[in-house]
T-cell receptor, first 115, second 117 residues
Framework: DGGITQSPKYLFRKEGQNVTLSCEQN?????MYWYRQDPGQGLRLIYY???????QKGDIAEGYSVSREKKESFPLTVTSAQKNPTAFYLC??????????????FGEGSWLTVV | AQKITQTQPGMFVQEKEAVTLDCTYD???????LFWYKQPSSGEMIFLIY??????QNATEGRYSLNFQKARKSANLVISASQLGDSAMYFC??????????????FGKGTMLLVSP
């Protein structure tokens, strides 16, 4: 089945450690995105990528890094520089990066907790 | 200023009744898209319905319809014949054309809908 797969679903991290969240899509979408959601809040954009080997910072990129070596993969690393990393992280993709009518589809999300 | 405003933190509705979730937006772009997503307790974001700024008719998808009032900049979601499985968080979002040729979504803070038997 086509879709967006995120792993792991739940992740615990010790303070000072980096952690990487995986996101894979088999929809043949060009654009991929990472969003962060805090309790009771909407989603905020961390990073997005329009094509392979290219990515741009979103609204809250500090303390995060990404790579886009393959079209289907867009992993997110939460670094130790991220001061408040406990949140729900959602990966998404769309056919194209541009166009106001292109629907963005989401994965099931990853819960990250710093212990 | 917030681009997407959802003024109802929570809504209650009885099963089989209709409910309207409010959304107002702010943009100066003539071209934009409005989306509604459903987020159940499991966390996944499920796309429900889309309305383009140039669309003449209100969008409908099964039990979901979008009441689009362009002059008022509102895009309310109407759910007809509510079901228990409709209990979830609902987000309104807007997509605008960006300067670099990309566009992404700006979300409201959501409305929690609870459907009672």
């Amino acid at each position: 089945d086509g879709g967006i797969t995120q792993s792991p679903k739940y992740l615990f991290r010790k303070e000072g450690q980096n952690v990487t969240l995986s996101c894979e899509q088999n929809l043949n979408h060009d654009a991929m995105y990472w969003y962060r959601q805090d309790p009771g809040q909407g989603l905020r954009l961390i990073y997005y990528s329009q094509i392979v080997n290219d990515f741009q910072k979103g609204d809250i990129a500090e303390g995060y890094s990404v790579s886009r070596e393959k079209k289907e993969s867009f992993p997110l690393t939460v670094t130790s520089a991220q001061k408040n990393p406990t949140a729900f992280y959602l990966c998404a993709s769309s056919i194209l990066a541009g166009g106001t009518g292109n629907t963005i589809y989401f994965g099931e999300g990853s819960w990250l907790t710093v212990v | 200023a917030q681009k997407i405003t959802q003024t109802q933190p929570g809504m209650f509705v009885q099963e089989k009744e209709a409910v309207t979730l409010d959304c107002t937006y702010d943009t100066s772009d003539p071209s934009y898209g409005l989306f509604w997503y459903k987020q159940p307790s499991s966390g996944e974001m499920i796309f429900l319905i889309y309305q383009g700024s140039y669309d003449q008719q209100n969008a409908t998808e099964g039990r979901y319809s979008l009441n689009f009032q362009k002059a008022r900049k509102s895009a309310n979601l109407v759910i007809s014949a509510s079901q228990l499985g409709d209990s979830a968080m609902y987000f309104c979002a807007m997509r605008e054309d960006g300067f670099s040729g990309y566009s992404t979504l700006t979300f409201g803070k959501g409305t929690m809908l609870l459907v009672s038997p």
